[in-house]
Nanobody
Framework: HVQLVESGGGSVQAGGSLTLSCVAS?????MAWFRQAPGKEREGVAS???????SYADSVKGRFTISKDNAKNTLYLQMNSLKPEDTAMYYC????????????????????WGRGTQVTVS
């Protein structure tokens, strides 16, 4: 297991950009970003593995970019063209497992979670 610490959240106007970071206490093969808005279920945003294979939710394709620096054990999420509906608590997640196909966007597949960072788009 690893500990995960997110940063980079904040308040931004619609159309703006933010970059989230997540530092892991150790190496982990697959990492992902999830988000949860008030009153809604947690949903997958993007995932990446150490082979740089990625998955994206349809709602963020073309606007968000996930990346992983294996040397620094750090996960990033570059968010552009932000919309009010992107407002949520964003969580970093990790699972030290290689998936046969693309890294999943399923909550139950991830074993380690950060405490989250708030993103507010107005």
């Amino acid at each position: 297991h690893v500990q995960l610490v997110e940063s980079g959240g904040g308040s931004v106007q619609a159309g703006g950009s933010l970059t989230l970071s997540c530092v892991a206490s150790g190496y982990t093969y697959t990492m992902a970003w999830f988000r949860q808005a008030p009153g809604k279920e947690r949903e997958g945003v993007a995932s990446v593995d150490s082979e740089r294979r990625t998955s994206y939710a349809d709602s963020v394709k073309g606007r968000f970019t996930i990346s992983k620096d294996n040397a620094k054990n750090t996960l990033y999420l570059q968010m552009n063209s932000l919309k009010p509906e992107d407002t949520a608590m964003y969580y970093c997640a990790a699972h030290n497992r290689r998936y046969t196909r693309y890294p999943p966007l399923i909550v139950n597949e991830y074993k380690d979670w950060g405490r989250g960072t708030q993103v507010t788009v107005s």
